[in-house]
């Protein structure tokens, strides 16, 4: 057994190594390969077929909506939405003091939220409220937008590089979702069939 004297003496590339060979194989982990595929096709598959049905909606909100709309539930809609923002923001604030990893999922589901949240109050303000409403976007919510989003990936990228997933000087984006085929390659065995 390795010692943590012994384990502080290695090289980066040994230790590399070290955790490519005793990382546990995703196979130990999903009910079987065939069930992985098929969950992630399918998935792949939904997102397809929404973009795709999404295009034609949207050329006819964009020929048919009219210019303006008296909406009804106004206040609840956006009553509700800054409670949602709230308990993402509150969440994320919860797991950083917590230094949990959900806190990636919960910032960047917050800061998404902030982008929409600028949009919708510019596009949607006049008068007096044009002003505030840009401002706010400018100066509030599109900055912590940024540091939300950006600070989520840079928790994802430094994980994976802990883990020695992800190559020096890569970008988060460039993380893969690991798969039985690269486990069993990592290690140097043949791969299992369930």
């Given amino acids: 057994m390795l010692t943590d004297e012994q384990i502080a003496t290695m090289s980066p590339a040994e230790r590399h190594d070290l955790i490519r060979r005793l990382v546990r194989p995703v196979d130990d982990l999903v009910p079987s390969r065939r069930w992985l595929r098929r969950t992630r096709e399918l998935r792949i598959l939904l997102l397809v077929v929404s973009a795709a049905a999404l295009v034609p909606w949207i050329v006819y909100l964009a020929v048919s909506l009219p210019p303006r709309y008296v909406a009804h539930n106004w206040d609840v809609t956006w009553v509700g939405f800054d409670v949602l923002l709230l308990v993402l923001m509150v969440a994320t604030a919860v797991l950083g003091y917590l230094r949990r990893q959900m806190l990636v999922l919960t910032a960047f589901a917050t800061g ?18 044009q002003v505030w409403s840009l401002a706010t976007a400018l100066l509030v919510e599109l900055p912590l937008a940024a540091v939300l989003i950006t600070g989520s990936m840079q928790i994802l990228r430094l994980v994976a590089a802990r883990l020695w997933a992800l190559d020096d000087g890569a970008h988060a984006w460039q993380v893969q979702i690991p798969l039985p085929s690269d486990a069993d390659r990592a290690v140097g065995r043949p791969a299992r069939v369930r």
Avoid: I, P, R, Y
């Avoid at 998404?112 to 409220?129: K, M, Q």
């Fill in 112 to 129: 998404v939220l902030l982008v929409c949240d600028a949009w919708f109050d510019v596009l949607t303000a006049h008068g007096d409220d």
